[in-house]
């Protein structure tokens, strides 16, 4: 998205029948602790292609509901679930850990914070998006509604909003200090003419790049490398999800 959150611990003589429904117990209790956020993720409103032919301008805003944050999973859960589990545990483990945040987390944070001191994630992502849509070549007109540039009616609003970003503890990492750029995004696109959602979806983007966090911390550029990357992969990733369902 680390030994301890649920204690799985055996004793040494122990039949093969309750440990396998230990591990069904403990699946299920994260199933269930994780329903609220499993439930919304992924696609919510397939694209309708049909409606989305007459959509040649499109007005994008984009918000960030949390500033950048860092979280350190305490314990190894996510990753336990995300090998055992595939991607539904990758997901349910990157919640749990998207979730909880560790004491330790604002002074994390705060040993970054010079890294960031010039870096706007959200506009950063606002004209990332505009740029995978205009180079798309299906869109006459993008603008961004945050810089004003809205003159004349859009025929669609794409709506983007940054549900969680920053880095977390690697899903299945060795360790919790070894961390990842983590992204969580919630978008729409609705049609100006009958305010009908023409696509809807829940998206996760993990940053395949793994570094320990010292890294991260004492290298110059490499946090806001990253970010970029991540937040430029995803932004193509969004807009082929809504031109390609």
Not at 126 to 141: C, E, I, Y
Not at 187 to 202: P, V
Not at 207 to 228: A, S
């Amino acid at each position: 998205t680390r030994p301890g959150f649920f204690n799985t611990e055996e004793p040494m003589i122990h039949s093969s029948f309750p440990s396998f429904t230990h591990r069904i117990l403990v699946f299920f209790v994260l199933v269930f602790t994780m329903a609220g956020c499993a439930s919304k993720s992924g696609t919510r409103v397939s694209t309708d292609s049909a409606a989305l032919q007459s959509i040649k301008s499109i007005q994008l805003s984009v918000t960030s509901a949390e500033p950048f944050s860092i979280r350190k999973s305490d314990n190894n859960t996510g990753a336990n679930v995300g090998a055992a589990f595939g991607l539904v545990g990758v997901l349910i483990g990157a919640g749990i850990d998207s979730a909880r945040t560790s004491s330790t987390s604002s002074t994390l944070e705060g040993s970054v914070s010079l890294h960031l001191k010039e870096f706007d994630g959200r506009m950063a992502f606002a004209t990332k998006v505009q740029n995978a849509l205009l180079q798309s070549k299906r869109f006459d007109r993008v603008d961004q509604q945050a810089t004003g540039s809205t003159s004349g009616a859009s025929d669609g609003h794409f709506m983007l909003n940054m549900e969680d970003w920053g880095l977390r503890s690697c899903v299945g990492g060795a360790s919790p200090d070894h961390m990842q750029v983590a992204v969580h995004i919630d978008g729409k696109l609705i049609a100006r003419t009958d305010k009908r959602t023409l696509w809807e979806r829940d998206e996760l983007y993990l940053d395949p790049i793994c570094r320990r966090f010292e890294e991260f911390r004492d290298q110059t550029g490499l946090l806001t490398e990253r970010l970029n990357q991540s937040l430029e992969s995803l932004s193509g990733v969004l807009v082929n999800r809504v031109l390609y369902p």
